[in-house]
Structures are given as C-alpha cells and as structure tokens.
C-alpha cells in the first residue's frame, strides 16, 4: 500500500506537467508563429514479484510473472511543427512560409534565431525588422523613396521607387531548415536557436530543394487546436483527480490497518 502512494504522486506530478503544457498551448492560441506542444511520458521501472517462464511444476512454466509498476515520469516536452492557419493582413511586409523553413533574425549579441513568425516591420534606417527590432537575414534596407514593396515566393524583395515605372530587386530572402526541427531551443519571443540535437541549419532559397515558399500580405497564425486543448485540459484534471483519489483510498486503508489492533 506504501508503494501505491508513491505510484499516485508520480501520476499527479505527470499530469501536473500535462496542464502545464497544455495551458500555455491555450494561451498562446492567437500567437503568430507559435507551434503547440505535447508532453510525452513514460512508465517508471517495475517490481519483479516473479519472472515469466518460472517453472510452476516439473512440466509448466508461468506464462506471464508478477511485475508491480512503480509510476509514470516525463519524457519530453515535444514541439509539433505542422503548419498553422494563414491570415492575410494588410501588410506588405509581412510574410509567411508554406511547407519547411524559418526566417533568420540577428538577436543584438549576433547570434541567429529563427521564427516562423513572418510580422516584419521597417526600422528608421529602412532596415526590415521584426517586433523587436532585430534583423532580418540577410538584411534588407528598403530605400526611403520606396512607393511600394513587392516579395516574390522564392524570397525575391524588390521595390518600386518614386520616378520609376519598373520594380527594382534590393535583396533576396534565404530561410532556413533543420533535420530535427523538434531539437531547436526555444527562447521565447517566437524564436529558436540550434542544438546539437537539431543539427545545423540548411540555408536555401525559397520554394527550392524542399524549401517552403514565402506567401507576401499573410502571417502564419498558431496550429494550436482548442478543441484539443481543452480536451486534453479537461483529461488531464481528470487524471490528476483520480491519482489524488488513489492516494486518500490508499491512506484510508492503512488507517484501517492501523485500527485492527483496537
């Protein structure tokens, strides 16, 4: 009964982890670029009462054995990078990626992050930016004499400026992917920063050798689902409440076993 006690507290634990993830699924909901995330879990090792296969006479053997599990623990907090619904805006800067790729943002110490989050603005140089005001990469400056602002699938920017009749190109968008998208760390921010576990970045040029293909005047919204989150939401208290039954059930018998003595 002592090991069931400690069998729940992993269960509460585990599902404690599960509304966690869940919960900032459901927040981030309306988040440009944000890729939900699945907490995944494992059981703990096992208490050998007897083997398969001990002999229960000359001629048998005990097909299956006594093994007690000892819990439940979290694996792995996976982020799950299928593509999220496109909202046009009225933004010619912005921009979003369809199939594999992520946009290069320089943070201020020079280090590259990547995002999927495509809501680019212009700095007071003309530079394209991000919220934050971090580059994009490669950098692209728009000239201040720009009327309008045209992005190609294939990442090609090119500008019409005041006087001229044709489009100018002033730079070309490279994105980047990863063996193991699911390895990247996350640092907030809509941005990721390679692993070990990820790999390098493969840098290419939109809608070639499998990359995604950039979509001009949309932002790619969050793939989170809410009907699945608040399923799982709603699963997860339910086992969170039923270990939490399983611990005062268990308490309860051993004060009946404490009581027998009287």
Request: hydrophobic share 35%; glycine share 10%.
């Amino acid at each position: 009964m002592i090991r069931a006690l400690y069998t729940a507290a992993t269960g509460m634990k585990a599902q404690q982890t599960q509304i966690d993830v869940t919960s900032n699924n459901i927040a981030n909901v309306n988040t440009i670029g944000y890729k939900k995330e699945r907490a995944e879990f494992a059981d703990l090792f096992y208490q050998t009462m007897e083997y398969a296969g001990t002999s229960t006479s000359a001629t048998t053997q005990s097909p299956t054995g006594i093994e007690v599990g000892l819990g439940v623990r979290p694996t792995a907090v996976t982020k799950l990078f299928g593509q999220g619904n496109f909202k046009e805006t009225s933004n010619n800067l912005d921009m979003a990626i369809t199939g594999d790729g992520f946009f290069q943002i320089q943070l201020p110490d020079g280090q590259t992050a990547y995002t999927r989050n495509g809501a680019f603005k212009l700095d007071g140089e003309g530079n394209v930016v991000n919220s934050d005001g971090y580059l994009l990469i490669p950098e692209i400056v728009v000239p201040e004499d720009a009327t309008e602002i045209s992005i190609g699938t294939d990442g090609t920017v090119s500008v019409l400026q005041a006087g001229d009749t044709q489009m100018n190109e002033i730079g070309q968008i490279e994105i980047a992917k990863f063996i193991n998208p699911a390895g990247l760390h996350s640092l907030g921010d809509n941005n990721f920063i390679n692993t070990n576990a990820s790999g390098d970045p493969l840098i290419g040029v939109p809608g070639l050798d499998g990359f995604g293909q950039i979509r001009q005047g949309f932002v790619e919204m969050s793939n989170v689902q809410l009907v699945e989150e608040m399923t799982d939401l709603i699963t997860g208290q339910r086992a969170y409440e039923a270990n939490s039954k399983a611990i005062t059930t268990t308490d309860e018998m051993l004060q009946t076993v404490n009581q027998l003595k009287r």
